[in-house]
């Protein structure tokens, strides 16, 4: 089982790497992440009932 230290050191390394990226492919991302946040607003969600034939 994972330890708290592990999940911190998973959690440092992921940061680490986040500081490498640039500036262009943070704003790339972060705009594909609103877009996404947005659609989701606007989603409902409809069930229908399964029909046996």
């Known amino acids: 089982m994972a330890t708290q230290k592990q999940f911190e050191d998973a959690e440092i390394n992921l ?23 947005k659609t989701m607003e606007k989603a409902i969600i409809t069930h229908k009932p399964f029909i046996a034939k």
Do not use: D, N, S, W
């Open 15 to 37: 940061l680490k790497e986040a500081l490498k990226r640039t500036y262009t492919e943070r704003f790339l991302f972060a705009t594909k992440l609103y877009k996404i946040q």
